[in-house]
């Protein structure tokens, strides 16, 4: 598993979503 990839791209993905 990649979860040091993906967890970057996640946290960017959550923001993005939240709008913050």
Known sequence: MTIDRT?????VRW???HGL
């Open 7 to 11: 967890y970057p791209i996640f946290t």
């Open 15 to 17: 923001l993005a979503i």
